[in-house]
């Protein structure tokens, strides 16, 4: 059965979305760029009628009104922008209040997800390692907005979760048009240990949204990519 996809964010990784939807059993039948949605103004219930899912990647000065705006049509969405988490409980209102679903990610790469419980691991043993330090360490294409991004932030707060107490530096540099590259280290006066994902393209953000979308369809609530990755087709 072809499920019928909303793009909200027509940038690069909307495009992308776009050319892989056709895999996993989605048409476009609307496209929402940030010419024509300034303000979230396009999300109409109009605008967004016979729609069954949609995938948002804009900016963050964007995102949480258009989640609002997508969650007050009934929309189940799948967001993958960064930098609107301050916004997050009146998104997470709107969305139960009107009954539907929302997955929320800092980073839609299945394999960062992984490497994000590889790291929670390492950080739970060195914690009791006094003598090591921690750092954290990401780049970015030049045009993405939030620094340090939220899958640094996210990978800092694992660190920290899993009982590492002690300072975690942190550090982000944009340039180019590099996917995205996240390190986690750890150093003492004999060794360092170094973490280290990094993604060849979108193409892994653009599959695991996607992902998401399928499973999203007829969900109620907020979920982060996190808590989904095993139930996913």
């Not at 060195?126 to 620094?147: L, P, V």
Request: hydrophobic share 40%; aromatic share 10%; glycine share 10%.
């Amino acid at each position: 059965m072809t499920r019928r996809l909303a793009i909200v964010g027509y940038g690069k990784m909307g495009r992308m979305i776009e050319r892989l939807a056709p895999e996993y059993g989605f048409t476009v039948r609307t496209r929402f760029s940030g010419q024509d949605n300034s303000g979230a103004k396009a999300l109409t219930r109009d605008a967004l009628a016979g729609v069954d899912v949609a995938v948002e990647f804009t900016r963050p000065d964007a995102a949480a009104e258009n989640l609002r705006k997508l969650a007050n049509a009934g929309v189940a969405t799948v967001s993958g922008t960064t930098g609107w988490f301050t916004e997050f409980e009146r998104v997470k209102k709107e969305v139960d209040a009107n009954g539907c679903g929302l997955v929320w990610g800092a980073n839609f790469s299945v394999g960062l997800n992984i490497f994000r419980e590889v790291v929670a691991e390492a950080a739970r043993r060195f914690a009791r390692e006094q003598s090591y330090g921690a750092w954290g360490w990401e780049i970015h294409h030049a045009a993405k907005k939030d620094a340090p991004s939220g899958t640094l932030l996210a990978l800092a707060e694992d660190v920290k979760k899993s009982g590492y107490a002690r300072e975690l530096s942190l550090s982000a540099n944009r340039a180019g048009s590099v996917p995205g590259t996240h390190e986690i280290g750890f150093d003492s006066a004999e060794d360092t240990i170094t973490i280290r994902h990094t993604a060849r393209s979108r193409e892994g953000f653009a599959r695991g949204a996607l992902r998401a979308a399928q499973w999203v369809i007829g969900k109620k609530g907020v979920y982060e990519f996190r808590q989904i990755l095993n139930e996913l087709a």
